[in-house]
């Protein structure tokens, strides 16, 4: 039993278990969940135990492999049992873990590597359609030498996750029996050397300037953002968390993996989201927690009018607003004891949060209230404070809640910051007499895809990577089935005749499938405004005509 119940939300942090660095947590959690569910899928269950001291073999094979305190371990594998066992065993080592969603492809997975030079990568040789790792070696390179990948000359070990084999890598028992000859003790000492400031994990995401940044983010804050976020939500030993966002997300890494450590929770990921077997999944391990936008709940609400529904007492929502139909429904439908909603950003993890006690027009409509210690205020254009039921900027004081720097972006780290220490989110908001505040928009040009954020920036530049696009432009519409989708106009080079759905299948195999655009219209210039800039009204007004003359046809 903790020595603390893990839902104690009145107390400080300051006299709550202090692990301060990821490895010491992980010993912890070994010692005191040890025989719990630590991860469960369709077919494997793994405890806390069976957890660590598979990483610790991980980790004893990546010091066979070299990798020294600090250095860069990717992840690109998806949610499967061994990624949590990965991870740890990384931090164990004293790396930096980079996880890397399995939905990236070739182009998007090797600036990653290329930037933050890693030195390890783990991947499955495929996922879905796609060959994941002969996509990448189409950017850069097969074997050369001792190197994996030629044009990566930082990665000096490829280890492969799964069955099939791959030229120039290691599986990843392999990998382990590599590093039978190294003692335990070398672990320990590895474990012991990490300090609460070290860097754990570089998180990617896109800004408006389309190019991927990313996040450094240390053991310290991580832990407590996380012992504070599982402890309104109220997460204990007897909770079993779905986890549908992927691993490779803050949500999967932190929220779930490092809170399951925390808390003692047992995670249970999905790695394809198919709506019956996702409910049937949750059915048969009892799931009792789940974290997912609007549009997850509501497509397995439709498929489960025929099915048995799962035992949820908690349904924590993720976005600026929440349909009350929706939480209705939960209620309804499902029995669903709570219903929350959150606020947060790769930069700054999680800042608002909803509490056990308030009310479903709450949780509706706002995303709660800072979280304990997260100095938020909402700004004019001046940087001055708004009063109540004024729109202004989110802004967040420099501190555990808010990233240190952007990995080796020094001017986009500068921009994010101003001379006080404040971190300008750029999304938009009202707050309430209460506190409460409530998302109204985002100044930064973001838009979700079934939960995901898609930048159009980043869209459009990689769209320039097909021959045939001379420009291109992104435009975010409403969808009914993914919340929202991104529509691409497209100017061809001369000469070219450009085809909407080569197009589409293009970038199906070059980016992330929620980047793709949902239609692809080929026009002959793009629309611009007075300063030169593309005029978004001008695309709204295009994809009209195109959608009533669609209509029409």
Same mark, same amino acid.
């Given at each position: 039993?903790?020595?603390?119940?893990?839902?104690?939300?009145?107390?400080?942090?300051?006299?709550?278990?202090?692990?301060?660095?990821?490895?010491?947590?992980?010993?912890?959690?070994?010692?005191?969940?040890?025989?719990?569910?630590?991860?469960?899928?369709?077919?494997?269950?793994?405890?806390?135990?069976?957890?660590?001291?598979?990483?610790?073999?991980?980790?004893?094979?990546?010091?066979?492999?070299?990798?020294?305190?600090?250095?860069?371990?990717?992840?690109?594998?998806?949610?499967?049992?061994?990624?949590?066992?990965?991870?740890?065993?990384?931090?164990?080592?004293?790396?930096?873990?980079?996880?890397?969603?399995?939905?990236?492809?070739?182009?998007?997975?090797? &600036?990653?590597?290329?930037?933050?030079?890693?030195?390890?990568?783990?991947?499955?040789?495929?996922?879905?359609?796609?060959?994941?790792?002969?996509?990448?070696?189409?950017?850069?390179?097969?074997?050369?030498?001792?190197?994996?990948?030629?044009?990566?000359?930082?990665?000096?070990?490829?280890?492969?996750?799964?069955?099939?084999?791959?030229?120039?890598?290691?599986?990843?028992?392999?990998?382990?029996?590599?590093?039978?000859?190294?003692?335990?003790?070398?672990?320990?000492?590895?474990?012991?050397?990490?300090?609460?400031?070290?860097?754990?994990?570089?998180?990617?995401?896109?800004?408006?300037?389309?190019?991927?940044?990313?996040?450094?983010?240390?053991?310290?804050?991580?832990?407590?953002?996380?012992?504070? /976020?599982?402890?309104?939500?109220?997460?204990?030993?007897?909770?079993?968390?779905?986890?549908?966002?992927?691993?490779?997300?803050?949500?999967?890494?932190?929220?779930?993996?490092?809170?399951?450590?925390?808390?003692?929770?047992?995670?249970?990921?999905?790695?394809?989201?198919?709506?019956?077997?996702?409910? &049937?999944?949750?059915?048969?391990?009892?799931?009792?927690?789940?974290?997912?936008?609007?549009?997850?709940?509501?497509?397995?609400?439709?498929?489960?009018?025929?099915?048995?529904?799962?035992?949820?007492?908690?349904?924590?929502?993720? +976005?600026?607003?929440?349909?009350?139909?929706?939480?209705?429904?939960?209620?309804?439908?499902?029995?669903?004891?709570? $219903?929350?909603?959150?606020?947060?950003?790769?930069?700054?993890?999680? +800042?608002?949060?909803?509490?056990?006690?308030?009310?479903?027009?709450?949780?509706?409509?706002?995303?709660?209230?800072?979280?304990?210690?997260?100095?938020?205020?909402?700004?004019?254009?001046?940087?001055?404070?708004?009063?109540?039921?004024?729109?202004?900027?989110? #802004?967040?004081?420099?501190?555990?809640?808010?990233?240190?720097?952007? /990995?080796?972006?020094?001017?986009?780290?500068?921009?994010?910051?101003?001379?006080?220490?404040?971190?300008?989110?750029?999304?938009?908001?009202?707050?309430? &007499?209460?506190?409460?505040?409530?998302? $109204?928009?985002?100044?930064?040009?973001?838009?979700?895809?079934?939960?995901?954020?898609?930048?159009?920036?980043?869209?459009?530049?990689?769209?320039?990577?097909?021959?045939?696009?001379?420009?291109?432009? $992104?435009?975010?519409?409403?969808?009914?089935?993914?919340?929202?989708?991104?529509?691409?106009?497209?100017?061809?080079?001369?000469?070219?005749?450009?085809?909407?759905?080569? $197009?589409?299948?293009?970038?199906?195999?070059?980016?992330?499938?929620?980047? #793709?655009?949902?239609?692809?219209?080929?026009?002959?210039?793009?629309?611009?405004?007075?300063?030169?800039?593309?005029?978004?009204?001008?695309?709204?007004?295009?994809?009209?005509?195109?959608?009533?003359?669609?209509?029409?046809?």
């Amino acid at each position: 039993m903790d020595q603390h119940q893990p839902w104690d939300l009145h107390q400080p942090w300051e006299q709550s278990p202090q692990w301060s660095t990821l490895p010491r947590l992980i010993r912890a959690a070994a010692a005191r969940h040890g025989d719990r569910l630590a991860v469960a899928t369709a077919d494997r269950e793994l405890t806390f135990n069976d957890v660590v001291e598979a990483s610790t073999q991980v980790a004893r094979g990546l010091v066979a492999a070299g990798v020294e305190p600090g250095d860069r371990v990717a992840i690109w594998v998806e949610n499967r049992c061994e990624w949590p066992v990965i991870c740890l065993g990384a931090w164990q080592a004293g790396a930096v873990v980079v996880p890397v969603n399995t939905r990236l492809k070739g182009i998007e997975t090797a &600036d990653i590597l290329r930037r933050t030079a890693a030195r390890v990568l783990f991947a499955v040789p495929s996922f879905g359609r796609h060959q994941h790792l002969a996509l990448l070696r189409e950017q850069v390179g097969g074997p050369d030498g001792d190197l994996p990948f030629a044009g990566l000359p930082a990665l000096r070990t490829l280890v492969t996750v799964g069955e099939e084999a791959v030229e120039g890598a290691l599986n990843l028992a392999q990998l382990v029996e590599g590093g039978a000859a190294v003692p335990v003790g070398v672990v320990a000492e590895r474990e012991a050397a990490v300090a609460p400031e070290d860097p754990c994990e570089i998180l990617f995401t896109s800004g408006t300037t389309g190019r991927p940044k990313g996040v450094v983010v240390d053991n310290a804050q991580t832990i407590r953002i996380y012992w504070d /976020w599982t402890g309104i939500f109220e997460l204990g030993p007897e909770d079993r968390c779905l986890l549908v966002s992927p691993y490779a997300h803050g949500t999967g890494v932190n929220a779930h993996l490092v809170g399951s450590l925390i808390r003692g929770f047992a995670c249970v990921p999905v790695d394809v989201f198919d709506a019956t077997t996702v409910l &049937d999944l949750m059915v048969d391990r009892g799931v009792t927690v789940m974290v997912g936008p609007p549009s997850l709940y509501t497509r397995l609400l439709q498929a489960s009018h025929d099915r048995k529904a799962p035992s949820l007492r908690l349904a924590a929502l993720g +976005m600026s607003t929440v349909p009350p139909e929706l939480t209705a429904r939960l209620r309804e439908e499902w029995s669903v004891a709570r $219903i929350a909603n959150a606020y947060g950003m790769t930069e700054a993890q999680v +800042m608002l949060s909803t509490r056990p006690d308030d009310d479903d027009r709450t949780v509706s409509e706002s995303s709660g209230r800072p979280l304990p210690g997260v100095e938020l205020q909402l700004v004019d254009e001046a940087g001055q404070p708004v009063p109540p039921e004024e729109r202004g900027e989110i #802004v967040v004081r420099r501190s555990f809640a808010v990233m240190d720097h952007y /990995w080796d972006d020094p001017d986009a780290t500068a921009a994010a910051f101003d001379e006080s220490g404040w971190f300008h989110t750029g999304d938009m908001a009202v707050a309430d &007499d209460r506190g409460n505040v409530r998302i $109204i928009g985002r100044s930064k040009d973001v838009f979700i895809v079934n939960g995901f954020n898609a930048y159009p920036t980043e869209i459009e530049n990689l769209l320039l990577h097909h021959t045939g696009i001379v420009q291109a432009a $992104i435009l975010a519409v409403p969808d009914d089935e993914t919340g929202e989708a991104g529509v691409a106009f497209v100017v061809p080079d001369d000469g070219v005749d450009l085809d909407p759905v080569e $197009i589409r299948e293009w970038s199906r195999r070059s980016m992330a499938t929620y980047k #793709v655009p949902k239609h692809v219209l080929v026009v002959d210039d793009l629309p611009l405004g007075a300063t030169g800039k593309v005029d978004r009204n001008g695309l709204a007004d295009l994809f009209d005509h195109w959608s009533r003359q669609a209509a029409e046809a």
